[in-house]
């Protein structure tokens, strides 16, 4: 909370009182309504999302009521709740006193309190003799639960109950009572809930930035919370030497109707201390924007600024700005070289007249040699293995495209208990653990870019297939799922290595199942309808081949060809037809 407010004021000159806070903002309520409550203090579990869509509160009372019964025990009384707050049930009472107690939370006595003063107003109890009945029923001492009940319901036969109701009032409350929680405490636990809503409905970017930041050493959290920032709208940014700070930040937009962007921090690249990130921060903000590789290197005169944290930072994307990673990697000890020189010159007092301005031109040139670019499959891997998860994309996403229609989605496993699935993925991590009988296990999590599944891989099925199991491995996995512990699990029983012909055969497929349309432009002759057909029987498939005719009038017509729609073929088309001429649908 606090480093969402201070962020605000960094980035929107904004200072928040959490104190002053409206408690009947419609953002907030709206984000409870939909379940969009990652990162929201007690309201983040699923089961939690799921009873908040079917509450949808409309005031601080009802997260009051749900942080109280979320709990084993009370949770069985939410769906009374939530009926009783829909209007959907009609809500009894066994006695027109308990009225005004148990309204606010519809027949169901969810606080101790609640339970106090129904022992003080239909039994007569003192303050003190309610707390002895509190404490008698939920620690379950039998002894004094006897005597209690005899107690209150001669209490509330006394104050006119007739017995028999007073009775059903007695065993009425004891389920609550055992369960009841400390309405105080409750109200606690439901504004730091509403504090944290409120400015993540209402300060997405700050809010989020700062929980990145708490989380960043549990890359698990950090992965979820990421992956709730593209749901939110936002994107988020790999680190850069002028963008960053120590944490995650926020990048404001131009534009105020839309949403910022979150960029990582200099701390969460592996191997990049936190000493020179904090000089690398100084520096900026005292000097302006690093100009180029050159001028970062001439300005950080600094003895962690050594090979493993300047290849990271140029591996994680730091540097994107200033210079290319292939670049940058292949004259790496040049760079090297060159700042170690600036730093001795430093030391040992030499500077030229305009060393102290922030952008003043380097004591030595920097002549670099040319290298190929990285390709968009390595830097990815540099992303997974220096800062944790993908960042700027996801190196599954085109072959999950490919193989949508021959496998399950990750994200689509919920409630397919015991049914049998193929799934795919890349490997992002491997536990292994013996058996009782001295026999090797893994616990392997695959992800797609939609979701991250954990595979169970038994000895028997271990044996046979011990050579896929490898981190960034892509692997296609069949077998049962299991939602023993609330989570989809898969049962292996069969698991392959995804190769360039399982790609093929897959799109292949994929094409038989749409229709390409070709517009042809008008006064089309003969002549060009036989190179038109040379070029489609070049390039045989399984996808049947429209054609689209707009002499005078529209016409369309079935051809009995068939063709691999590849880029290649597109390419072709589009010069020959026009730059409308190509579509390509489903079936």
Request: hydrophobic letters at 40%.
């Amino acid at each position: 909370l606090e480093q969402t407010i201070e962020i605000i004021e960094a980035t929107k000159k904004i200072k928040i009182d959490l104190d002053t806070i409206p408690l009947d903002d419609q953002k907030t309520f709206r984000l409870f309504q939909n379940g969009e409550t990652t990162g929201v203090f007690q309201l983040e579990s699923g089961g939690m999302k799921r009873y908040l869509k079917q509450l949808r509160p409309t005031e601080l009372e009802d997260i009051i009521a749900m942080v109280s019964l979320y709990r084993p025990g009370p949770m069985e009384f939410i769906p009374d709740y939530v009926a009783g707050k829909n209007g959907s049930k009609k809500v009894n009472y066994l006695h027109p006193r308990l009225e005004p107690i148990l309204k606010n939370t519809y027949g169901i006595a969810i606080y101790q309190e609640q339970i106090m003063r129904i022992a003080r107003d239909l039994a007569g109890f003192s303050y003190g003799e309610a707390d002895v009945l509190r404490k008698a029923v939920g620690k379950k001492i039998k002894d004094l639960l006897v005597e209690q009940e005899a107690k209150m319901v001669s209490g509330m036969i006394k104050n006119g109950i007739d017995k028999h109701t007073a009775n059903k009032i007695w065993e009425f409350i004891l389920p609550f009572a055992r369960y009841g929680f400390n309405r105080s405490h409750a109200v606690c636990y439901a504004m730091i809930a509403y504090q944290t809503a409120y400015l993540k409905a209402n300060y997405p970017e700050a809010f989020m930035a700062a929980l990145l930041s708490s989380d960043q050493d549990n890359i698990d959290r950090v992965t979820i919370e990421i992956k709730e920032c593209h749901k939110m709208g936002m994107e988020v940014l790999p680190p850069d030497v002028n963008e960053s700070f120590s944490n995650f930040s926020v990048v404001e937009s131009k534009d105020k109707s839309q949403l910022g962007k979150i960029r990582f921090g200099l701390n969460a690249v592996k191997n990049v201390g936190h000493n020179i990130a904090k000089v690398i921060i100084k520096e900026r903000k005292a000097n302006g924007f690093y100009q180029s590789v050159e001028n970062l290197l001439s300005r950080i005169k600094d003895k962690d600024l050594n090979k493993k944290s300047l290849e990271s930072l140029v591996k994680a994307g730091a540097l994107d700005s200033l210079i290319k990673r292939g670049q940058a990697l292949g004259n790496l000890d040049k760079l090297l070289e060159f700042n170690k020189k600036i730093q001795n010159d430093y030391k040992n007092g030499q500077s030229n007249l305009f060393a102290d301005l922030p952008l003043a031109a380097p004591i030595m040139s920097l002549k670099l040699d040319d290298y190929p670019d990285t390709d968009n499959q390595k830097r990815l891997s540099w992303e997974k293995e220096l800062l944790g998860l993908y960042i700027s994309d996801h190196p599954f996403k085109k072959n999950l495209e490919i193989l949508k229609n021959s496998i399950t989605s990750i994200k689509q496993l919920k409630n397919k208990e015991g049914q049998m699935v193929k799934v795919a993925g890349i490997i992002t991590s491997i536990h292994k653990i013996v058996t009782h009988k001295g026999q090797a296990m893994l616990f392997v999590t695959i992800e797609d870019s939609n979701g991250s599944v954990e595979l169970v891989v038994f000895p028997k099925i271990l044996e046979t297939s011990y050579q896929l199991w490898k981190d960034e491995n892509q692997v296609i996995a069949e077998g049962k799922v299991s939602e023993k512990d609330g989570q989809p699990k898969l049962l292996v029983e069969r698991a392959e290595l995804i190769s360039a012909e399982t790609i093929n055969d897959a799109a292949i497929k994929n094409m038989a199942e749409k229709k390409l349309w070709l517009k042809l432009p008008p006064h089309f002759n003969k002549e060009d309808t036989a190179k038109l057909k040379q070029i489609l029987q070049d390039k045989k498939g399984l996808t049947p081949v429209y054609l689209e005719i707009s002499n005078g009038q529209k016409r369309i017509v079935k051809t009995d060809l068939k063709v691999l729609p590849a880029e290649e073929l597109k390419n072709t088309i589009l010069e020959f037809l026009g730059q409308d001429s190509w579509k390509l649908t489903d079936n």
